[in-house]
């Protein structure tokens, strides 16, 4: 790591700590009281500063909003039974965070800038993390570009920022999913493997479609041939077939390469389990739920962790999943990576990184 840069820090007079209801929760709109800020100019990252949360002064030229150079991560910050601050796999976040910026032309972050912004931050802001079971904090850091220009070029400028917001334990009921054979989130070739603010505009429109026609979320398909999955909703697709854990691989790079995929891919594996990263066709899907061989179908991201499918409509039909018990494989994969974080089990992979 280069040396910590000097974060000059500002706080807020007053918190608003007060008005989190913890037993009541909402996500994405409540933020802690501060944030990190660093400006990019001539080439260096400038001015690094920790400040009160609020609004930001930006020219109507801002070419981020014009011409789309907007890349994001999202992780989760936990406090302990003892007190600790923990997060989980940052460094996967903060090498996918540069993943992204070189796919859109956006300059690199240091590893220490990121590190040191996101840790002084969190300290500052650590009442935010509530103790509370399945409470943790949710770290947003995004990075835009901020030239005041409309010529279409890489900007010269960019605003990299931090900002947190807390989130209650998320439980979400099994969602009833369609698969999208006319609209795509990412081609072959364009920037699905980002995490570029772009993909998820553009899937705003569909998800929309497909609620209207009952259905929670979507399951995209490849864009030449709509044939293969790729992505459930904005999460990473996984399924049980006999025994075997399927999940497409990301020899494609319209797929995001998700730190949740990855974790229980491992967990899989460590538990013996069998597991396949390929090309996993629709139809392949259909056919299993057809003659009782799929078990179970499951969105995996930070936000759910695991999110249970009970139902996949395709040409016009819905295919009906079993219901689960504690022995199925997403259950006892969503415990695991809880029982890692809060110490019960042991944590193998150093995936917990303490504050
Ligand atoms: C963020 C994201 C995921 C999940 O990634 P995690 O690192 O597990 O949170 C999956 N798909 C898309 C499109 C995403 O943007």
Redesign the pocket.
Known sequence: MTEAPKISIKKSLTSRINELDPKNIPFGNIFSDHMFVVDYSDGQWQHPQIVPYGPLELSPATSALHYGQAIFE?LKAYKTSNGNLELFRPF??FKRLNRSAERLCMPEIPESLFFEGMIQLLKIDQNWILPNEGCSLYVRPFMFATDHYLGVRASLNYKFLIITSPAGSYFSEPLKVIVETKYV?AAEGGMGYA?AAG?YGVSIYPTLLAQKKGYHQIIWTDSKEHQYIE?LG???FMCVINDTLLTPSLETNSI?H????DSILTIARDWGMKVEERKLSIKEVIAASDNGTLKEVFG????ATVASIFAIGYEGKDYILPTLDDSAFSRRAKQELYNIRNGHSPDHHNWIYKL
Do not use: D
């Open positions: 999202g996967e976040n989130r995490k993909n992505e904005m999460m990473n995001l998700g730190v949740t995929r995996v991201g930070t936000a």
